[in-house]
């Protein structure tokens, strides 16, 4: 197993376009989180799964934010409407469940630029 | 929901100890973990603290107390490549981690 790989690494747009990220954790992994981070800030929550469940949205989150995990392994991270003050980088990480520790294991991230 | 407080930066000489404390207002709570975080990296898992006391991994220990609200990560015979954002973060009993801001640490020749 590769780890957690999120794609793409980079995306520049223009506010008001429509983006979407995509991760895949860990194979064995039954959870799936996604985070934001700014500079100088620790990783913001947004969402979690578990399996195809999503079982957590963060109340900071606009609707303009969707998350799926259609079948219990990929995940996509859609914003729709983007504006300049989404530019953050985003972070999938995934974790199982009934393990010892349940730590989570981050993919490289996705930064997003919006112009 | 979840308050952390971590210090924003440390400064430390090569081969010295510095510890980085972290405290935590939580209801749920289900451990605490360290992570590493260099520049333009993803943060990766140091140590994760469910009861109270000390584990120690080689260089790095991570001290507990839950009744205190309270945790600090020991980094002892510093290294240049141990400058990093130390990132403090509270698990609940969902199985959700919330992270504070992170603890950049400078070490110094």
């Known amino acids: 197993d590769t780890g957690v790989s999120q794609d793409p690494r980079h995306k520049i747009t223009k506010r008001g376009q429509n983006v979407t990220f995509r991760c895949d954790p860990i194979?064995?992994?039954?959870?799936l989180y996604w985070y934001r981070q700014t500079l100088g800030q620790g990783p913001e929550f947004l969402t979690y799964f578990q399996n195809e469940a999503q079982l957590e949205k963060s109340r900071l989150l606009s609707d303009r934010f969707s998350a799926e995990r259609p079948k219990g392994s990929f995940s996509t991270l859609e914003i729709q409407r983007t504006e300049q003050g989404d530019s953050a980088m985003y972070l999938c990480a995934s974790s199982f469940q009934g393990g010892d520790t349940g730590e989570l294991f981050f993919g490289e991230g996705s930064r997003l630029t919006v112009l | 929901g979840q308050n952390i407080d971590q210090p924003t930066e440390m400064t430390a000489t090569e081969g010295a100890i510095v510890q980085i404390n972290c405290t935590y207002q939580?209801?749920?709570?289900?451990?605490l973990f360290w992570y590493q975080q260099h520049a333009g990296e993803a943060p990766t898992f140091l140590s994760y603290n469910v009861l109270d006391g000390l584990e120690e991994k080689g260089r790095f220990s991570s001290f507990l107390s839950r009744s205190k609200g309270y945790s600090y990560l020991l980094l002892k015979e510093l290294q240049m490549k141990d400058s990093a954002s130390y990132l403090c973060?509270?698990?609940?009993?969902?199985?959700?981690?919330?992270f504070g801001d992170g603890t950049t640490l400078t070490v110094k020749p």
């Open positions: 973060a509270v698990k609940t009993n969902a199985g959700k981690s919330t």
């Open positions: 194979s064995e992994h039954n959870r």
């Open positions: 939580t209801s749920g709570f289900n451990g």
